[in-house]
Each structure stands twice: as structure tokens, then as C-alpha cells.
């Protein structure tokens, strides 16, 4: 929960923040919705699941087709209908809708990163019984990467996280993202990157320069070895790209190694794709195209 949120408590939002929950589909919770409906000039309520077309367009890399369907109920400076991140349960999404929603959240987070999820007692309530996540995230475990805030302050049961140093899949994370889409049901994987990641500049560095990683360390990053090495010599940014081919290659190696997800996908139930987080804008640049 953010500083403001906090400060204010839940019962004694100010109207500012009112409007701006209610801006994100938050005023279900008992947040006077009748008299913000008339203040807001949001078109009516998207349905929970994030309808296509309701969503703002993140910043993309590459090709990609879910941004196409993005972004077009920001006509005439209209406030888009936010995806409802307390909607529950979130099951019945498509993959294509599910990225839509990602995308809404990061813009939301990079254009109003004071909003947060709310009503967290209730939610928690809600979710006893059973999680319904909508995406899985494999990323970093570097403290400025936070998945729940920065895909626009989702909250409880949303999210389905897998972190590691490097965003590496090995057993564990793999293992961890066939229980979240077979399951579970999730029906999108992000295999998430970062600028500046220290995992992977350790990787460059044993390639580059042949550094000795201690302990665990050095076992740990193995997996990025080889696209650091087909990386180097190819970009002045020698950590950036391995960043990216990092993300990109355990996107990959998902439907390479998992006959699990690879039905899945096959069957156009989950979608895999990869994304670079930008720790210094907040903006995710998602990359569609993995093969
Ligand atoms: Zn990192």
C-alpha cells in the first residue's frame, strides 16, 4: 500500500483519490460508486475480465498484436475504462486480454504511479477460497522489480510470481509456471528482464572479462552464459542486449522444455512472450515475437 493510501486509511479516502480508484474500476468496494458514476467520464464499466479495446497501449518493442486492439478508447482525451484489478475472480481471460491488461497497468503506473490497490482486508476475504491469477511472472528479484506495482498496483491473487537473480528458468521456475497454467489457468507467462541488472552483468562479466562468481552464484547464472556470449560483440550495450536475449531465450526454452505449456499454447489457452522493464521510466517494453 502506498504512503497515500496508507496515510488516508480506507474508509477516509479524499476525493482525489476517489476519483482516481474510480478512474481504475476501484470503486466497487463500497466507494460511493452512484455519486462518482456522475463524475467521471469513464464509458461504462468495462467488464471484469478487461475487455480488448478498453486499454491504453504500453510502450511495445517489435511487432506485436495486442497493442493494435489498445489504446482506441483514449479518443477524444476520454479516461479509458481500466481493466478492474479487484474484479474477481479474474478466470475467462484470453491470453490476448490478459496482456491488454498488463499493458494498461504498466501505463497506469508510469502516468500516476501514486494510485495502488486498496481494500486489501476484503480481498483477502475474497481470495480464501481459491486463486484465479491471470498472469504469470517470471522476473528478477532485484527490489526495484516489483510485478504487483509495476503493472499498475494489482493486488491480491492477481499475479502468479516467479523470482529469481537473473529471471532464470530452471526447475523450480518452470515447474512453478506448469502448476500456474495448467492449474491455475493463468493464460499468459511473462518472462520479464530488467535495465541494469546485476545477475546478468555478472554473467557479462565472467564472458567478457572471466570473472569467477562465488558460492552459488556462479552455478546460478550458468544458464545466461550462452546468450551473453552470443550477445557479446553485437551491441555497444553489451548488458542491455543480454538483458533483452536473456528474457527473450527463457521465453523460449518455456515451450522447449515443457510439453505442459507447450499443449497449452498449442491449444491457444496461454500465450508466452517476453519484456524488458525499464527501472528508470517504469515502462515495460513487451516483446511479442519470441521465435
Ligand atoms: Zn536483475
Redesign the pocket.
Known amino acids: 500500500m502506498c504512503l497515500d493510501c496508507s496515510s488516508l486509511g480506507s474508509k477516509g479516502l479524499k476525493r482525489r483519490h476517489l476519483m482516481k480508484l474510480a478512474g481504475l474500476g476501484l470503486a466497487a468496494g463500497g466507494l460511493a460508486p452512484v455519486a462518482l458514476a456522475s463524475e467521471t467520464k469513464a464509458p461504462a464499466a468495462a467488464d471484469s475480465h478487461g475487455a480488448e479495446g478498453q486499454s491504453a497501449e504500453a510502450p511495445t518493442e517489435g511487432a506485436h498484436d495486442a497493442g493494435s486492439d489498445a489504446g482506441h478508447a483514449e479518443a477524444a482525451g476520454a479516461k479509458p475504462a481500466a481493466a478492474d484489478p479487484h474484479a474477481a475472480p479474474a478466470d475467462g481471460l484470453t491470453p490476448k486480454q490478459a496482456l491488454a491488461k498488463l499493458r494498461e497497468g504498466n501505463r497506469r503506473f508510469v502516468e500516476d504511479a501514486n494510485a495502488c490497490a486498496a481494500d486489501l482486508a476484503h480481498r483477502r476475504t475474497e481470495l480464501a477460497a481459491g486463486q484465479h491469477p491471470w498472469a504469470i511472472v517470471l522476473t528478477?528479484s532485484?527490489s526495484r522489480?516489483t510485478p504487483e506495482l509495476i503493472f499498475g498496483g494489482v493486488t491480491l491473487g492477481e499475479l502468479f510470481v516467479v523470482r529469481n537473480?537473473?529471471n532464470v528458468l530452471d526447475t523450480g521456475a518452470l515447474g512453478t509456471i506448469e502448476y500456474g497454467t495448467e492449474h491455475l489457468h493463468a493464460p499468459l507467462v511473462v518472462v520479464m528482464g530488467?535495465k541494469k541488472?546485476?545477475?546478468?552483468a555478472a554473467a557479462c562479466d565472467v564472458v567478457k572479462k572471466g570473472a569467477v562468481l562465488e558460492g552459488s552464484i556462479g552455478k546460478m547464472v550458468q544458464p545466461i552464459l550462452p546468450v551473453a556470449l552470443a550477445a557479446l560483440f553485437t551491441s555497444e550495450d553489451f548488458v542491455g542486449q543480454t538483458v533483452r536475449n536473456n528474457a527473450v531465450s527463457g521465453a523460449k526454452r518455456i515451450t522447449e522444455e515443457s510439453a505442459i505449456v507447450t499443449h497449452l499454447v498449442d491449444s491457444g489457452a496461454v500465450r508466452v512472450i517476453a519484456a524488458v522493464y525499464d527501472i528508470e521510466t517504469g515502462e515495460v517494453a513487451f516483446i511479442d515475437k519470441i521465435s
Open positions: 528478477c532485484d522489480v537473480a537473473g530488467h541488472c546485476g545477475a546478468v
